[in-house]
């Protein structure tokens, strides 16, 4: 009997489908990797297995890219299954080919991603010689209640219907690479031309969102602080005392964006001011209006991950986490990778079986409190069918981020603070508006004014649901009657000076990315962009770790700093003429042009000749570029140069004296000096150990830095400090730790150690008379190791987790313990133990030689 072959993006799907299927098609059998009845066989991805690569012939490896391969523009892609989730394709490609499966239902997510996932696995299923010849249709839900499922499979979509959004998103993968990886391989071969290998990533989303960080700093570094006045004045009415500040009624916005109606930009124009009304009475006159707010909308992932941010400090990658465990393990959340803000308009019955979940599980914790407000919601009817919240136009491929019917058992402490963010939320939504009065107060003193602001919370309304019912500070405004007049009690003139703009946290930077289509100057770009932003919400935070782990950015407290590797690359892309690549219009002009292939109103063929073209002119570009230096804004260093003490400027690639010979590269071993390691190396003339460094072949590793000087060109050099083997550099003579600190008892000879050479030793394997050969490195494969974890391990016998060893062998990241092996005399790895499978006899930790 023939059979249709579903295939959901997620098992939970699938698991959904199923559930909706059971009533009306028959009870479904589970088998290891799909359901199955008479009529259908259930499966699911596990989001992309498959993903597009070049050609072998097209393919360079890394370390090896050069000018000499570039472009990359094959004339086909190939495809290739993602490493984690072969055995799930091996599976889901062995049911596409089963003979009984006549027909295909794509009921991966309704948007361009989900299409792209059913439609690369179905092409590798067929492989490079056949195709896979069985007719298609399109499961298309914005809903996943049961009864949405079985109202989509009576109205599945063709394939016909579906062929202008295959189109939109294949062309959005293949532009995505034909950009990615020939502007990364021609920046880094740009870069590299010294010898080296200087990987220099770009990307359409990643490079903008950099640049948007970069423009900041700018912004910052060339802030001038000015100077500006205050006065503030306190005033006595017949009820008591309250405080006002000057301001100037008459005050205007211009293009100084630093002006305001309470500055004065001279010291002697406040004082002038102060003087007039010091000792004077003033006149009050007030208005009070009525204002309400209205709650925040429901949560998409990045409102959620922007207030998680803010609230509790997490990374936008830390809350995805979180978010997908709550809905993957625990259940108890919708499906966070949503962009959607709204829920579908046939929602309304859940929403409130929701309410009444909250309002009577025993919630744990802190989530008790939640349910009062869930049964006041059901009690006054609160649930409505209000356009603001459940409207289908809104809701794109998923809707908003809400709880699921399902009460939490056990939560981490970071789960449930995630989990309390989106019911507070969604309880919230429902709520009234808060009530608040209102009131400007304005004290006349002679012709001078002063203003004093008050906010009284009349009804809480929805803010009941975070605990506020209680007045804020700024409410506590005494009384005045019309036209009181009212003693002067003191004038102070405040002196302060502007500041420059805030750098961006993970919340702000979320926000840029999410609106960076507001940074863009034409109508229909623009428009393009107004729902898409850099990125999507499922890969924004993915862009922020990928910046910050190619080292353009870092993590300074909950503040993203650019690196001077990133500063480099805007100065490179600048000075190349490419441009385009910093800027969300590139984004924005795609978004558009995709929008036009989704519609049939534009060819997939022309737009992707217009990318290969694109990434034909970035490699030209590059490869043409023949002056010295890329022209820009560099920094002329406050320390002196070593050799001569004059003066040391930056340029494109080098830190060079202006007055001799003495220059040395800005990019040791790959890596981008910072201005202060700079500053600081020419000053101490070593520094280190620094991480990021990179071999000729790409392969990460950590060093120290030393200036030396050179008798045969009389100048000083750069060169990598990896130590000297201790014999060698100890030549018998005794070696004078009384400048240091021990780190601890020697585990072999209770000696102490200390900091020597590239390693730890103990004071009695060097000098003279050495009587004992304990010691381990400073750097252990790539992995620093600190005084602290160096202490820990003399006094414990074991460091914390280490988490940036690499191994020479697979070139991977692995993470250890460092341990002392009493039976083997030195420091060895100790690796977490596995949780066995089944009951066992306890596993030793494994052992290797460090």
């Given at each position: ?46 989001g992309h297995l498959v993903e597009i690569k070049a050609p072998e012939e097209f393919d360079v490896k890394r370390g090896k890219w050069s000018f000499a391969h570039l472009p990359v523009v094959p004339p086909h892609f190939d495809l290739a299954p993602i490493d984690k989730a072969k055995s799930r394709l091996s599976a889901v490609v062995k049911l596409v080919k089963r003979k009984d499966v006549t027909d295909l239902i794509n009921a991966c997510d309704a948007g361009r991603e989900g299409e792209l996932i059913f439609r ?47 189109d939109a998103a294949r062309s959005r993968s293949e532009a995505d690479w034909l950009v990615g990886i020939n502007g990364t391989r021609a920046m880094t071969a740009f870069n590299s031309r010294d010898g080296g290998f200087f990987l220099t990533t770009v990307g359409r989303v990643q490079t903008p969102t950099l640049s948007i960080v970069v423009e900041r700093e700018e912004k910052i570094r060339k802030h001038i602080p000015r100077d500006y006045w205050e006065i503030k004045a306190g005033f006595g009415a017949a009820a ?252 102070n003139i405040v002196a302060l000076a502007t500041r420059p703009p805030a750098r961006y946290t993970e919340a702000t930077l979320l926000s840029a990315m999410e609106g960076a289509g507001k940074l863009i100057d034409d109508d229909e770009l623009r428009e393009a962009m107004a729902e898409k932003g850099l990125g999507t919400p499922a890969t924004r935070a993915q862009v922020i770790e990928g910046l910050i782990l190619e080292k353009y950015m870092l993590r300074e407290g909950r503040e993203l700093m650019p690196t001077a ?286």
């Open positions: 009997m023939s059979k249709s072959l579903i295939i959901a993006e997620k098992p939970s799907v699938a698991q959904d489908i199923v559930r909706a299927l059971t009533p009306v098609a028959g009870k479904f059998e589970k088998a290891a990797d799909h359901f199955e009845n008479e009529r259908y066989i259930v499966t699911s991805a596990v690369l696995i179905v092409q590798y299923a067929g492989g490079a010689k056949q195709v896979i010849d069985k007719p298609v249709r399109r499961l298309w839900l914005q809903s996943m209640t049961p009864q949405a499922i079985r109202d989509g499979f009576a109205a599945l979509r063709s394939d016909e219907q579906m062929l202008g959004l295959a008591g005392d309250y405080d006002a500040k000057w301001f100037d009624p008459k005050f205007k916005k211009n293009d100084d964006a630093d002006r305001r109606a309470d500055r004065l930009w001279t010291e002697a124009e406040a004082k002038a001011i102060a003087d007039a009304v010091r000792g004077q009475p003033g006149t009050v006159t007030e208005e009070a209006k009525p204002s309400t707010q209205a709650s925040p909308g429901l949560y998409d992932l990045t409102t959620l991950q922007r207030e998680a941010n803010g609230r509790f400090g997490y990374s936008a990658k830390t809350t995805l986490s979180l978010a997908q465990a709550l809905y993957e393990k625990h259940k108890v959340l919708t499906y966070p990778r949503t962009d959607s803000r709204h829920l579908p308009e046939d929602y309304l019955a859940v929403v409130k079986d929701t309410f009444k979940m909250i309002a009577e599980e025993d919630l744990p914790g802190p989530l008790q409190a939640l349910a009062e407000h869930a049964r006041k919601g059901i009690k006054e009817g609160y649930v409505k069918p209000t356009k603001r919240v459940f409207d289908n136009t809104k809701v794109s491929d998923h809707f908003a981020i809400i709880p699921t019917l399902q009460p939490p058992k056990s939560l981490s402490e970071a789960e449930a603070k995630l989990y309390d963010l989106v019911v507070k939320r969604f309880l919230a939504v429902f709520f009234p508006s808060a009530e608040y009065m209102v009131t400007t107060r304005i004290t006349k003193v002679g012709e001078h004014s002063f203003q004093t602001n008050g906010k009284v919370l009349v009804n809480p309304g929805w803010l009941a649901v975070y605990g506020k019912e209680a007045q804020d500070e700024d409410a506590n405004l005494v009384p005045v009657q019309p036209n009181e007049t009212v003693s002067n009690e003191g004038v590797k990133a500063f480099q690359l805007m100065t490179l892309l600048r000075g190349l003429g490419v441009e385009d690549l910093t800027k969300p219009e590139l984004t924005g002009n795609w978004e558009y042009q995709l929008a036009e292939i989704e519609h049939g109103r534009l060819s997939r063929d022309a737009f992707m000749k217009d990318i290969a073209k694109m990434a034909e002119r970035i490699v030209k570009k590059a490869k043409e570029y023949d002056r010295d230096t890329i022209p820009g804004d560099y920094a002329t260093l406050k320390a002196p140069c070593p050799n001569c003490g004059g003066v040391v400027k930056e340029n494109y690639r080098r830190f060079t004296c202006e007055a001799c010979d003495f220059s040395i590269t800005k990019i040791p071993g790959s890596r981008s000096f910072e201005l202060a390691e700079v500053e600081r190396f020419l000053v101490d003339k070593k520094i280190g150990p620094l991480e990021g460094f990179r071999s000729k072949a790409g392969w990460p590793f950590t060093a120290e830095l030393k200036l030396v000087f050179d008798d045969e060109i009389k100048n000083w050099k750069l060169e990598f400090d990896f130590g000297e083997d201790d014999k060698t550099k100890d030549d018998g003579e005794p070696v004078d730790f009384s400048g240091q600190q021990s780190l601890g008892p020697c585990p072999k000879c209770q000696g102490h150690v200390y900091e020597h050479g590239s390693n730890y030793v103990c004071e009695h394997s060097v000098g003279a008379h050495v009587t004992c050969d304990f010691k381990t490195g400073k750097i252990i494969l790539t992995q620093p190791v600190s005084h602290e974890q160096v202490h820990k391990l003399l006094a414990t016998g074991k460091t914390d987790l280490l988490e940036n060893f690499v191994s020479n062998k697979t070139k991977r990241k692995f993470k250890a313990f460092l341990a002392y092996d009493k039976k083997e005399g030195k420091v060895s790895f100790e690796f977490e133990p596995r949780a066995a499978k089944v009951p066992a006899k306890k596993a030793a930790a494994k052992k290797a030689a460090a």
